[in-house]
């Protein structure tokens, strides 16, 4: 099984920028596929962004779409969400996930990292 640790939130003002960072352990990280999820205040666990095994496909929810960037370093065992243009609503504990098939939706994801949370402050 994978397991995923990730770093990078913190606090920021509105309209600035964070990297989030997954790191990956086990031989099999390079064929799983990877996404972003988080949880707001008061809020159920939503989709982020996801990427394939291979970094060639890419995928994101609406409202982060043109703000935020997904990308895999497969060689360092690595995936990145970088995040600009951030928002209040974007404050969340953002989670880093890994699917054999997919990591699009939670019934896919087969190992969770543990949470970083991300505060954007108006």
């Known amino acids: 099984q994978v397991q995923l640790v990730e770093s990078g939130g913190g606090l920021v003002q509105a309209g600035g920028s964070l990297r989030l960072s997954c790191a990956a352990s086990?031989?099999?990280?390079?064929?799983?596929?990877k996404g972003w999820f988080r949880q707001g205040p008061g809020k159920e666990r939503e989709f982020v962004a996801a990427?394939?095994?291979?970094?060639?496909?890419?995928y994101y929810a609406d409202s982060v779409k043109g703000r935020f960037t997904i990308s895999r370093d497969n060689a360092k065992n690595t995936m990145y969400l970088q995040m600009n243009s951030l928002k209040p609503e974007d404050t969340a504990v953002y989670y880093c996930?890994?699917?054999?098939?997919?990591?699009?939706?939670?019934?896919?994801?087969?190992?969770w990292g543990q949470g970083t949370q991300v505060t954007v402050a108006s």
């Open positions: 086990g031989r099999t990280f390079r064929t799983y596929a």
């Open positions: 996930a890994a699917g054999r098939i997919g990591a699009r939706v939670d019934g896919d994801v087969d190992s």
């Open positions: 990427i394939s095994w291979s970094g060639g496909n890419t």
